[in-house]
Each structure stands twice: as C-alpha cells, then as structure tokens.
C-alpha cells in the first residue's frame, strides 16, 4: 500500500484555516467531503467517531504529527486528508507539543486490515526526520504530492 493509493489529492490542506483540535478535524472532514471522497450524509457521525477516538487517548504521537483515525460503516473506501498548521495545534500529543502535520485517516468498518496497513505505512514515513521536516515545510498541495510520490518509491533518506 503506498501513500498515494489512500491520500486524496484534493483533501490535501497545505494551511489548516483552524488552530483547535476539533476545529481542525472538522476541516479535514469536510476537505474529503468537498474532494467526493466521503458522503456529507455522514460528515457528523464521522466527526463524532474522531473526536470519541482522541478522548481515549490522543492521535497526537509527538513531533509535531497526529495521525486522526475512525472507521465507519458508510465509508466506502480508505481516504486520507492531510492538513498543514503552521501555527500548531494542541491535540494533547505525548511529548506535549503543537502538532503542524494531521494525517486523518478514515476506513470502511469491514476492512481492518487495510486500516491497519495504512497505518503502518503512514507511520513507516512519519517516523522518518526528512518526511516530517519536508511535509512541514510543504506550501502547497503540488510539494506535498510531490513528497508522497518519493516516499512511496522510497527515495527519501531517513
């Protein structure tokens, strides 16, 4: 599985407009539901399952990453946004500091092993320094399109 199979290109946020936590989410959600990679009909019930999903414990996995995850049962397939914050978010990480890159991702009920695929993968990238500085650095949807593509043909150095 490779990061391009799962990230919506046009769910891609390279300056997140909110700096709170929830605010945030709802963001991404609706940059899916804009892209037709996710049912308005389910915005709210998807929204609900990620914010039940941080109050068991924060996605926020320090260095400035948090990794938003929900299945559902109306979503159709494995969708993914990435939201950019060059302010920070609080989303209660681990090391206690600001989160700038989300990865949310959102799975069909039925495909936990994809689910767990993908996460593997995102987390395979995000614990590499160059992937996460880079993804920071990232001004528009083309640099990040662009770093998914290298790190999904492994040409990026740890």
């Given at each position: 599985?490779?990061?391009?199979?799962?990230?919506?290109?046009?769910?891609?946020?390279?300056?997140?407009?909110?700096?709170?936590?929830?605010?945030?989410?709802?963001?991404?959600?609706?940059?899916?539901?804009?892209?037709?990679?996710?049912?308005?009909?389910?915005?709210?019930?998807?929204?609900?399952?990620?914010?039940?999903?941080?109050?068991?414990?924060?996605?926020?996995f320090g260095r400035g990453v948090a990794v938003p995850h929900a299945k559902h049962a109306g979503v159709e397939k494995l969708v993914a946004a990435i939201g950019l914050s060059d302010r920070g978010v609080d989303f209660s990480s681990l090391d206690k500091q600001p989160v700038f890159s989300v990865f949310l991702l959102l799975s069909p009920l039925d495909q936990p092993e994809d689910h767990l695929q993908a996460m593997e993968v995102i987390f395979k990238n995000l614990s590499k320094e160059n992937f996460r500085r880079f993804l920071r650095q990232a001004g528009s949807v083309e640099e990040v399109t662009t770093l998914l593509d290298e790190a999904d043909s492994q040409q990026l150095p740890g």
């Open positions: 599985m490779k990061l391009t199979e799962i990230v919506v290109e046009s769910a891609i946020t390279p300056a997140l407009g909110s700096t709170e936590r929830d605010a945030v989410l709802a963001e991404m959600v609706d940059s899916l539901v804009s892209a037709g990679a996710l049912d308005e009909g389910i915005r709210d019930e998807v929204i609900k399952k990620l914010l039940d999903r941080e109050e068991k414990g924060s996605t926020g």
